[in-house]
């Protein structure tokens, strides 16, 4: 059998939120213990809940929306890296992890992860990303996607040349993963954002399944 993880956020009420992100509300409108014939839910949070992909529009007021992002740039070959020791992601420390050449999709697990797995339900500002010299760094390697393990790929009130520098060279951005249980190594990624035409961003499913070697 092929084994498969599950590196998504579950959506739920006690999912921390960006300061000034709607409330998740997801409410039984319909329901067989009240006597209705079936269960029928209904979901409102905003599109960069949980786990979710940004589209260049987030960014730039002429980007694209969230329907026209690559998914030759969302399935394939990924690399998953480990940094748990950095309080910030810089260009030095991306050099240092010595990817392999044909490295196109990289997925950062830091000392973020933690917080998912333990259930942590505040947002914590403290969080790991990057600065805008990695991302310029992340640019010229040629990377196609880059996931980190928090909200945001940016530092909290950070530059947001590090957005801008990722979305101008059309990088996917997914963020919002729990890498906490995922080893160092090569896998094949599959995320598939939500296709909601007009949006910036998008919740998203993302699995792993470990390559051989």
């Not at 969230?66 to 998914?71: A, N």
Request: proline share 7%; net charge negative.
């Amino acid at each position: 059998m092929t084994h498969y993880l599950d590196i998504s956020l579950a959506i739920s009420p006690d999912l921390p939120r960006w300061p000034g992100s709607p409330s998740i509300e997801l409410s039984r409108r319909r329901d067989m213990a009240r006597g209705d014939p079936v269960n029928d839910s209904t979901l409102v949070c905003g599109v960069h809940t949980g786990t979710h992909v940004d589209a260049p529009l987030h960014f730039l007021a002429d980007g694209a929306d969230v329907t026209h992002l690559s998914l030759d740039a969302l399935i394939g070959p990924a690399v998953v890296a480990a940094l748990p020791a950095v309080d910030v992601i810089t260009a030095r420390d991306l050099e240092a992890l010595n990817l392999p050449a044909d490295t196109r999709r990289l997925l950062l697990r830091t000392r973020n992860s933690a917080l998912w797995q333990r259930g942590d339900r505040a947002f914590h500002t403290d969080f790991v990303a990057l600065t805008v010299e990695a991302a310029h760094w992340v640019v010229a390697r040629g990377i196609r996607l880059i996931g980190v393990d928090y909200l945001s790929v940016q530092i909290f009130q950070g530059d947001p040349q590090t957005h801008v520098a990722l979305l101008q060279a059309g990088i996917v951005i997914l963020e919002g993963l729990n890498l906490f249980e995922v080893a160092p190594g090569a896998y094949e990624l599959m995320c598939l954002p939500l296709k909601l035409a007009g949006a910036e961003g998008a919740p998203a499913r993302a699995v792993l399944r470990r390559l051989p070697g």
